[in-house]
């Protein structure tokens, strides 16, 4: 090991990668001034497993390493590091021995940087020690998860702090505000006792909980007049007669942003922070329109209100424009991609509201109106699962309630399909692709009544391949957007009890899932897809997002929670009550976030659907955060094959 006597190019060297580009130029020529030079030729190790950490971070300036994971007897390669990564950094934070063995394959040249001194630089600069917690947090190839300290005030002087960078530092998520005095009363306390505690501390709602703290409705002041001063309900009766029931909940950490957008969709005043997201928990806090606000920071708001008075279709793709811009700028900013989701699901959900809305009264105008039955038009796929941000396909599906006469139901569905091909119409105007899988409500396969659907379900067995298999997945993941409510979750319910109860096709999918082919190849390089005699890039939808995806989905359905439509929801249901998970959910539940915001911001700078991703394209910390994704969709992959019994699958 040679002593350093070129701080300057070393300086220079370190300069062009992060998190070294992230600090002060004089901090990193301080670094330089006391790094060291290892020299070292194809064959040797950097350090073993087991070695202890030293008190250096290495630098590789030239070269390649592989890190090899030795475990129950055979040797596993874990990692590839190559010219701007850092080594070692895990150990040293944890103060641990290395968990692997770098071994040097291609002749290279590593700079050992001084630890402390780095560390307390890492400490005190925000975006190095963000790209630093970011490398930690996907170093799950042997396990373990490492943190950094979060910063305090008086460490982030000079950070902007506008309204966006305020939303960004933690504002976007719902906090329970601590020790907050919730009003409450039973379900069979008298309507003059429950209205005697809201005027006695000034408040517009009182929730009624169970006897375990759980909502089971609420009581507003608008209630009251509505019930009580112009209705025939007697204050001396029980609040359980006036109360509005369900409560819309959302849970603690989730979107203040989305959490307001449902409170303006449904013009309600109130929602109740629960636990879990449901009514199947205690309640935690219960927040105002003006209490999100506070919370969320920025918000597109003005666009929800926008959609509602819309009326051309030069408008409405003008608004689905300007939620794009937004997302843009949300993403390339930092904002989660699954919070992103809720939110435009929220814009959109009104959007379809609005143009069902104009479209029934265009059909009336024409002597056509719909015929009174119930029918509720539903969201399926990525729409509903919360997760479609770009305009691409849509997926949507129509459901009426079955009349039991055939030619009764085929005249409904004809008006029903008359309706729904000129809302997608509407949509293709406003800038959506039209399904190329046909899974639009202005498709007769997927606009049907609610018999027809059950029994659908109903004949799903583990040989259902193909189309069909596809078919009841994207159903899987309905969710309710207008209409009857009702018959929706007819449809949901049967879909659901039919997976919950089908111990072979669950066997069946967690197959898929298991064989899904891994995104490296053997010299831990990138796999691409060629189509059409030429190469696409690297399909971050097949070989990364679908495994984390339908793995929630079916760890969910096996262990009965069926709370969440999305994938982020699903593995939060997953940390929350299946113990085993407990921490392997959140990685891929970020996993998932990661590729969903790179695929999203690749569809918006290419203008297509972000599927396929030039591995070049992507900066280091990107490729280093797929790169050990990759790791996650491994274990998640181990963790369906322990579930299901699938060991002897390789």
Known sequence: MAANVIPERIAEALRRFPPFSMLPEADVRALAAEATVRVMVAGERVWKQGDAPGNELLFLARGRVEYVWQVEERSELV???????????????????????????????????????????????????????RHLFWATRVGGVVAL?????????????????????????????????????????????????????????ILVIDSERRPIGIVTNGTLVQEVVVGSVSKDDPVKRIMVSPVVTVSAGSSATAALLVMLRRRIGQVCVTADGTTNSPVLDI????????????????????????????????????????????????VSAIFLGQMCAELYDEMVQRLLVLTAEELAEAGTPLPKVSWAWMSVGSDGRREQILRTDMDNALVFASSGVTDQDEQTRKALLGLASRVVAKLVDAGFARCQGGVMASNPRWCRTTSEWIEEMESLNAHT??????????????????????????????VIDSFARNNELQHRLAELIVDTAP??????????????????????????????????????IHHGLTQRHSTG??????????????????????????????????????????????????????????????????????????????????
């Open 79 to 133: 990692d590839v590091r190559d010219v701007g990564d850092v080594l070692g950094l895990t150990a040293l934070l944890k103060a641990e021995p290395m968990r692997v063995t770098a071994q040097v394959v291609e002749d290279s040249v590593l700079f050992g940087l001084p630890w402390l001194p780095l560390k307390a630089l890492l400490e005190v600069h925000d975006a190095a020690r963000n790209y630093a917690r």
């Open 149 to 205: 300290p979060e910063p305090t005030e008086d460490t982030i002087a000079g950070r902007a702090k506008n309204i966006l960078q305020a939303h960004l530092d933690g504002a976007q998520t719902i906090q329970p505000r601590p020790g907050v005095n919730i009003l409450t009363c039973t379900p069979e306390d008298s309507i003059h006792s429950a209205a005697s505690l809201m005027a006695a501390r000034r408040l517009p709602s």
């Open 287 to 334: 927040c105002s329109e003006k209490d999100l606000l506070a919370q969320s920071g920025h918000h597109p708001a003005g666009l929800l209100r926008e959609f509602r008075n819309a009326r051309s279709p030069a408008r409405f793709r003008e608004l689905c424009d300007d939620v794009e811009k937004i997302a843009r700028s949300y993403l390339e900013a930092g």
């Open 465 to 494: 391949d193909g189309d069909e298999l596809l078919r009841a997945l994207v159903l899987y993941d309905m969710r309710f957007v207008a209409g009857d409510a009702v018959v929706a979750d007819i449809v949901r319910k049967s």
């Open 519 to 556: 995104p490296l190849n053997f010299f831990g390089r990138w796999v691409v897809e060629k189509l059409g005699g030429r190469q696409e890039g690297f399909d971050i939808k097949q070989r990364g997002m679908a495994p984390l995806r339908d793995a929630a989905r079916l760890l969910t």
């Open 569 to 650: 929801g699903r593995w939060d249901e997953l940390r929350r009550n299946v113990p085993r998970l407990h921490e392997l959910a959140p990685l891929a539940r970020d996993s998932y976030d990661v590729l969903l915001r790179l695929r999203t911001l690749n569809g918006l700078r290419r203008g297509d659907s972000g599927r396929y991703i030039d591995p070049a394209s992507l900066t280091k910390l990107e490729r280093a955060q797929v790169a050990n994704i990759f790791d996650v969709v491994r274990m998640v992959q181990d963790s369906v094959k322990l579930e299901f019994s699938l060991a002897h699958r390789a």
